[in-house]
């Protein structure tokens, strides 16, 4: 394994960092400002102008769809490659989508790349890549215990061309923003069936196709996440033609196994760039304030947290960027005790990093003035999305005891 940047990855994080700091960063309280004010006029779901004129920017700049693996549509990196700008782009919560590279709309083109068919592609995925439109994913269900992906009990039947649909979905993550255009809903076209992993099939349904309701958005610790967001949503009789579904019926299972992986890894990559960012805020601050006659940074608790902080990313950047090697050379399937184990500890990584830099901050740390409340927010809930840590360490240790079983023998 190595894990040294060729000088194209080099140059494309020389040119990431130099637009973060030129546009992204100054552009953070701009969005604020942005989001506040339309929230006050009563809409906070109106898509802001300075994110679109950042992608603009970037992709007059060239640093737009860096993802997307062995495709001719992304820019030709690795998961080795991508996983130090995935980082960079990671340090913003505005930073990913200035890029098109921002969850779920990555795992939904991978789904189109890999699983769709030209005229899904020409529908869908062109216009997701030229950042035209958004899209969401509807697989948790509100009624069962969705960490089990063959519990969901949406329905997908088949009638003559097409297909009726009925369930409710939660945490549609991307539903409520106006921009969402399409998603790829999750259900049941076979509940008879005895494989319980050939039960589920993922069709294509357009937000503005009769019979989608838009309950109502979710927030995550009070913040709505606007214009983004995350919805709840009725489907009642919805119609979608037969041509609608991805790779075949009974095909669900295991388009979610080959979308989860790269979105879970995509997620520990930015959470890496959050974890640093709140490291760097920890420092300055600790370097700056002064408690009972000495500098927060002098204290040995302060620079224990320091010091564990730097060993916590490091390692987790390591673990990432393991995975992403397995990925690269065995492929994500040959990669899932990797992919488990990172989005495990990434996620408690970056939720202990950013808490320790809050207690520096004091109760600066919990109020938005510095967003580490927010980055907080995201870290945690990304503890549950794309599967909770409980369901990945049953894996990851399933995996161990098969490993060893022959030998127990």
């Known amino acids: 394994m190595d894990f040294s940047h060729s000088d194209k990855v080099k140059d494309l994080q020389a040119r990431l960092k130099q637009f973060m700091a030129g546009h992204v960063y ?59 700008l995935c980082e960079i782009m990671g340090r913003s919560f505005i930073g990913p989508e200035s890029f098109n590279c921002s969850a779920p709309d990555t795992g939904n083109m991978e789904v189109l790349v890999r699983y769709g068919s030209e005229a899904q592609k020409k529908a869908w995925l062109e216009p997701l890549l030229a950042g035209e439109i958004r899209s969401a994913f509807a697989m948790t269900e509100p009624d069962v215990a969705s960490s089990d992906a063959t519990n969901i009990q949406a329905s997908i039947a088949r009638d003559g061309d097409h297909y009726v649909i009925n369930g409710r979905k939660w945490w549609t993550s991307g539903g409520p923003d106006p921009r969402c255009r399409i998603l790829i809903f999750m259900g049941k076209t076979d509940a008879a069936n005895p494989d319980r992993h050939r039960q589920q099939s993922m069709v294509l349904v357009p937000m503005d196709t009769p019979g989608v309701k838009y309950i109502r958005h979710l927030p995550v610790f009070g913040y709505d996440d606007a214009p983004h967001g995350h919805g709840e949503f009725d489907f009642v ?137 927010f980055a907080y927010a995201q870290a945690r809930t990304l503890r549950f999305a794309d599967g909770p840590d409980e369901v990945h360490r049953n894996q990851i240790a399933k995996l161990e005891l098969a490993e060893v079983a022959p030998r127990r023998r």
């Not at 552009?27 to 992608?55: C, D, H, I, M, S």
């Not at 040995?300 to 730097?310: L, M, S, Y």
């Not at 950047?317 to 090697?325: D, K």
């Open 26 to 84: 100054p552009a953070e309280p701009v969005y604020a400002a942005e989001v506040q004010e339309n929230r006050r006029r009563g809409n906070p779901w109106v898509p802001t102008k300075v994110v679109e004129e950042l992608k603009t920017k970037a992709r007059a700049a060239g640093l737009w769809n860096l993802f997307l693996p062995e495709s001719d549509y992304g820019a030709g990196l690795t998961n080795v490659e991508y996983a130090p």
């Open 237 to 373: 009789n919805v119609r979608v033609p037969v041509s609608n579904v991805l790779l075949g019926e009974g095909c669900g299972f295991e388009i979610a196994q080959g979308r989860l992986g790269p979105g879970r890894i995509h997620h520990c990559m930015r959470l890496i760039g959050q974890a640093e960012r709140a490291l760097e805020a920890m420092c300055q601050r600790a370097t700056r304030r002064v408690a009972f006659g000495k500098a927060v940074a002098d204290r040995t608790v302060t620079q224990e947290r320091i010091a564990n902080a730097r060993i916590l990313i490091d390692q987790a950047r390591l673990l990432v960027l393991h995975a992403a090697w397995k990925m690269d050379v065995g492929g994500n399937k040959a990669a899932k005790k990797e992919i488990a184990m990172i989005k495990v500890a990434a996620p408690i990584m970056a939720c202990q990093v950013i808490d320790w830099a809050m207690q520096v901050h004091g109760g600066g740390g919990v109020s938005d003035d510095f967003g580490l409340a």
